[in-house]
């Protein structure tokens, strides 16, 4: 009976190891009458667990003038209180793969969210996957080694590919032409040599994670990304937790929504797709004419600062087209910012303003009041790279699990 009851304890100090860790995480610096209410936990236990986890390295704590100095807020603390405990950033790393189709890029922070090393690679668009896990690997390996850690810091590893990810197989669908994941679990692949939790996702989605997170979208708790590329996709942020895309994780294709329900067929099987007018192709097919039939994003952007008509008029209708879309959408989930990134973001107004415009005039009066802003970040893989290690972060409970992964050596008698 008595190994029953000491499993039975640890098992319970386990648990409130995790939701005190995973509190610090969510909320910040907290002080222990803090962590103890929002917990349900007694004092003597948040104490008892914190010099634990102070003394494993898990936690700190922060006091007199580091309070200051570390950006809390003491104004509304009662002063009887001792210092601050905080999550160690030391305490291990997080890290971001994203994939395009001719760039990888790692990205590496504390637990803090500050940047550790952040690097990327070109890759050639034919290269298959089984090469790309490699150079992912390889450049992960690189940071690590320069930032003077290992694969043992690791907490966790979010890794982004273009294209759905079916949320019941893993397996990556369908998107691009060429695309070098489609078929393959790519979970399950990284996972063959990294010994942590893997975590996989659109490369869009990412972009709107880290957008939220330290770009466009700080300071908002309902936001819809909107990423103008090769192809158009979104990532929704409802109350700050990422949307995975609903039943099967094929949701948030937004390109594929019609902006003219009489226009061309698409490949997809609808017409007049938003993808057919507000896609960094579509714009660049109907300039050719004017800007030539090579012409790529530095001619489009060039021709667009100097006010170039036929290229101002084309970046105009693909800003109403969008907005056309974006009112169904905001009539629909009425988000409080929008933010646009992608290679047809860096026209500016050019094309947000007729976004706007069309959004005040096409969307119900309740809902037609959202911000729309550019994307603050840079652009593609890097954005993508640091999107993922931030949903490293904000996957608060296999953080937990990865932090907490050392046996309990509590004993029966001690305070749980």
Known sequence: MATKDTGSLRALRRTNS???????????????????????????????????????????????????????????????????????????????????????????????????????????????????????????????????????????VAIGVPGPIDLQTGVVGPSLPGQAWAGVNVAAEFARHLDVPVLVENNTRLEAVAEFTWGAGRAARDVLYLGLSTGIGSGLLVDGNLHLGGARGGGGEIGHLSADSGGAPCPCGNRGCLVQFASLNAVLAALAPVLGEDAGLDELLAAAADGQPETVEVLRTAGEMTGRVLANICNLLNPERIIVGGELARAGELVLEPIRAT???????????????????????????????????????????ALLATPDQQTAGEAV
């Open 359 to 401: 959004l005040r005039r096409t969307a119900m009066a309740l809902t037609r009041d959202v911000e729309v802003v550019a994307a603050e970040l840079d652009l593609g893989a890097r954005a993508g790279a640091s999107g993922a290690a931030a949903l490293v972060l904000r996957q608060t409970d296999q953080l937990v699990s």
């Open 18 to 156: 995790e939701r005190m860790l995973s509190a610090l995480m969510e909320h910040g610096a907290l002080h222990r009458a803090e962590l103890a209410r929002i917990c349900g936990l007694s004092r003597t236990t948040v104490s008892t667990i914190v010099a634990d986890l102070i003394t494993g390295g898990v936690v700190i704590e922060v006091v007199g003038d580091q309070v200051a100095s570390a950006g809390i807020d003491a104004s509304e603390v009662d002063g009887r209180a001792r210092g601050f405990l905080q999550a160690n950033p030391r305490a291990g790393t997080a890290g971001g793969l994203d994939f395009t189709l001719e760039r990888v890029w790692c990205h590496l922070t504390d637990l803090s969210g500050a940047t550790v090393a952040s690097q990327g690679a070109t890759a050639a668009r034919d290269t298959p996957w089984q090469e790309r896990l490699t150079a992912g690997l390889a450049l992960l390996d690189e940071l690590l080694t320069q930032a003077g850690l290992d694969r043992d810091s690791l907490v966790g």
